[in-house]
Structure formats: C-alpha cells, structure tokens
C-alpha cells in the first residue's frame, strides 16, 4: 500500500518542531496577559458567507470551502477576524468596553507553496473593541511589538511599518479621485514595492492613464519617511480633514514614544494592506533585512462588526504568523534549545529493585520532576548509556547492595562522581542537588 504523507503546505509537528512553536505560544501568550487580555478561542469551520466580499478577493480566492452533508457551504477559516467580530457582535452589550481579547489558532488559506507560507498556519491574534480613538492603535502596537521583543528581537532585527487608509483617502480625494479610483489606487499601491511602477496598471486599466501630477503626488507620499516629512506634505495642501488627522497621527506616535518605542517604529505609507475592511491606521511588522515576508499585519476596521449582523462598533487588531516569525528567530539564533528531558534518570538492577524504584519515582513524579527510567530489564552499561543521552543532570542508581544497605546511590552524570543516599532521604538529596 502506498505510504501516506501529510497534503502540501501541511505540517507534521515532530516533537522538535512542536518545541519552537510552543515557545512561540507561551511568549504570546505572556505578552498578551501582560497587557490585559483575554483569550477565546472559536471553531475551525465557518459559514462561507462569514467571508464572502468582506475579506477581500486575495483571502476569498484561497479559501479551503465546500458543501457540507447538510448542504451547508461551509470553509475552513482563513484568518480570526471575522469570527471574533461575529462573537463580539453577538454579546458586544453584554462586554465590558474595551474588549480586549486575543487568541493563538490555526488558519487555513490555499496559498502558492513559497518560503514562510504554508496552507496551515498559526496566528496570534489580538484586538480591541469599542474604542474609537488612537488609544487603541497604541495600545495594540505596543503590544505587537512586546510580542516579537519577548523572543529576544531587537530594533535592528524588526519595524513596524505604520501607515493609515484614511490619510491616503483624503489625500487623493482632494486631487478629485472617487471611492472606486481611491481604491484600485490603494490596490496598486499594496503592489508597489514588488512591481514599481508597473503596480500603476492596476489603477490604468480601469480608470485610465494616471497624469503626471497623480503619479508624481502618490510617489510623494511613497517617500514619506518621518511625521516631520508628513506634516511638510500636509501643510502644502491646506486641507481641513488632512490636517486633522494629523492630530490622531500625533497622539499614536507620541504614545509610543512615551513607551520608549520609536525605534520599532517607522513612518511608511507605502503599507495599504490587502484585506478589504480596513478602514483607517493600518501597520505591518517586517524583518530589518527585507528577506522575510510580513510578520505581522493589522489595522482598523470599524465597520466589520455591523457589516456582520453585530451593532455599529470601532475596532482595532493584528495577528502575528508562526512561519515568518521562527524563520527569523531561527535566523538570529533566538530559538532557545527547549528540549524535554528528565531531570532524573532511575538505574535499575533488576525485577525486584525495579518495584522498590518505583515508590520513589511515583513519589518524585508527584512532586514535579521528570523522571525517566527503562522499561525493560537491560545490563547497567546500557542504562547508564540511556541516562546520559536523556540529557538527564543525574542518576538515581537502585542496585541490590544499594537496596540491602538502605540506601541508593545518586550519580552527578555530568562529573561522574557518586554518592550514597539514604532510601527516606531520595527526595531531598534530588532537590538539593538540583538545586545547587
Ligand atoms: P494577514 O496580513 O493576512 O492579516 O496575516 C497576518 C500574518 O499572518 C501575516 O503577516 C503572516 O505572518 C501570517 N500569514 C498570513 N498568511 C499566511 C500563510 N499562508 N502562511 C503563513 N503565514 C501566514 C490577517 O489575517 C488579519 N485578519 C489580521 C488582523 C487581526 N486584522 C485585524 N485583526
């Protein structure tokens, strides 16, 4: 019979592999309580209409769908957002505001196979709920980046690319472009840093040639590097709603800087994201080295929770993907060896000394340690073998003389050295020495 593997762009978590990810989790998670948030979590299968024009022809395209036995069309969820909009709309008067809530969950999408995308994946997932000012984007960005931080990240290996949908809709409406025009504008601008210029065509083709004055303003904007760069542009254009926003750009960096975090932060309005619902400040986490895909994305998005059947209600959120982001703490040697391995390994003599090894293993066991031990009869040789490649720090030793003297012997695996314990003692001697 053919030998089964797992499907293209799955995963198997052999225990080395699940170890990183688990870390990855904790980290997460640590951040997240730090910051006062609380965890859901939600079922893997949706309705397919959850995602149908409100995630965007890119997520839409991707989907992992199909009709189920009660000829319900159903998908595999592609991303959290709408799940949890669906869940916060369904209580949102019953919730404490702000809801602060995050979750750690796999996602579905049917990529192309490429380095730090897969058709599994898992995000992190955090998001604040009822607030409608640059508080929220605050506190959601610090926490973005507490989160790669916790790992042992630094500002020379991450940034968080902030840019806002809101700027760019005035902006180009003030240069006369309508709804539709602004948008394929922003979806030629997504593109913009993989094609230049050619990224333009996605506007032309449908709204005509671009003139100069269009081009050369949006590439104005593309080398907006500082808020000092942003008020020189806005200042030009005396523009009521333009000048506003400023206020609220103000707020997000100056709360940052107050956390002692502008060097994780970057100016950078070429980052418009893919998704359909964001409606204002948007941000992307990216290696300093350019060599990863995002990290991270995020953004506002205010009008999801009502699009989806919930009140009108302000939100904010980002998720965090485990691909990219083990691709660069591999890279960086951050990845800190996680192993399991037993802090005691117990020596046998045979059948009899194994029974007497057992009260004392079930007794360190139900104290916390790890504690390993044979289980078949072999010469002491091949135990000893055992404990030093279980990594083990010592050897509980429980051979017949030991036993008929009352005591054990407990080996330092690491200096060879020995000593004899008293069998009512085992337990001490064990804490002591790891102790110490
Ligand atoms: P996203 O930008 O589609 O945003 O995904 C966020 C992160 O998930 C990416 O930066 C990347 O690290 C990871 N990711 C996405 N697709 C894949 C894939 N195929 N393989 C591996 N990793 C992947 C969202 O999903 C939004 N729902 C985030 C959000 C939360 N916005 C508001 N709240």
Excluded at 153 to 160: A, I, T
Excluded at 275 to 286: D, N, Q
Excluded at 302 to 316: F, I, R, T
Excluded at 357 to 381: C, E, Q, T
């Amino acid at each position: 019979m053919a030998s089964f593997k797992s499907l293209p762009g799955f995963r198997d978590f052999y225990p080395e592999d699940l170890a990183p990810r688990t870390h990855l989790f904790r980290q997460w998670r640590q951040s997240a309580h730090a910051f006062g948030f609380q965890e859901y979590d939600a079922p893997v299968l949706e309705s397919l209409d959850l995602y149908k024009a409100k995630s965007g022809d890119e997520i839409e395209g991707q989907l992992f769908n199909f009709t189920d036995k009660g000829e319900r069309e159903v998908t595999l969820r592609p991303e959290m957002t709408p799940t949890v909009c669906r869940m916060v709309g369904a209580k949102a008067n019953a919730l404490k505001r702000p809801i602060k809530w995050f979750s750690i969950a796999d996602l579905f999408r049917y990529e192309r196979m490429q380095k730090g995308r897969g058709r599994c994946f898992a995000q992190f997932n955090a998001d604040i709920f009822g607030e409608a000012g640059p508080e929220a984007e605050i506190e959601l960005i610090s926490l973005l980046i507490q989160c790669l931080r916790g790992m042992g990240l630094q500002s020379e290996d991450f940034h968080v690319r902030l840019s806002d949908r809101n700027l760019w809709f005035y902006y180009l409406e003030a240069r006369g472009l309508g709804d539709e025009q602004v948008k394929a504008m922003l979806g030629a601008i997504d593109k913009f840093e993989r094609l230049g210029e050619d990224a333009f065509e996605i506007y032309t083709k449908t709204h005509g040639a671009m003139s100069d004055d269009l081009k050369s303003a949006v590439l104005r904007m593309l080398a907006i590097k500082s808020l000092a760069d942003l008020e020189a542009v806005v200042a030009e254009l005396d523009n009521a709603q333009l000048t506003e926003r400023l206020d609220d750009w103000r707020k997000v960096l100056g709360g940052l800087d107050a956390m002692g975090l502008s060097d994780f932060v970057s100016v950078d309005l070429g980052v418009v994201r893919g998704l359909a619902y964001y409606t204002g400040f948007v941000f992307e986490a990216f290696d300093r080295k350019g060599d990863l895909r995002a990290l991270a994305g995020g953004g506002r998005y205010n009008d999801l929770v009502k699009k989806l059947g919930g009140p009108e209600l302000p939100a904010v959120g980002f998720a965090i993907g485990d691909m990219t982001m083990e691709l660069l703490l591999r890279e960086r040697g951050l990845l800190p060896d996680v192993a399991s391995r037993p802090d005691v390994y117990v020596v046998v003599g045979g059948a009899e000394e194994r029974l007497e090894a057992f009260r004392d293993i079930a007794a360190l066991r139900a104290v916390g340690y790890r504690v390993d031990y044979p289980m078949k009869d072999l010469g002491f040789g091949k135990q000893f073998k055992n404990a030093t490649e279980s990594g083990a720090r010592i050897a509980l030793i429980y051979g017949g003389d030991e036993l008929a003297k009352g005591v054990v012997k407990l080996r330092d695996l690491s200096q060879r050295e020995e000593v004899d314990v008293p069998r009512e003692q085992v337990a001490e001697a064990v804490r002591d020495f790891l102790s110490g």
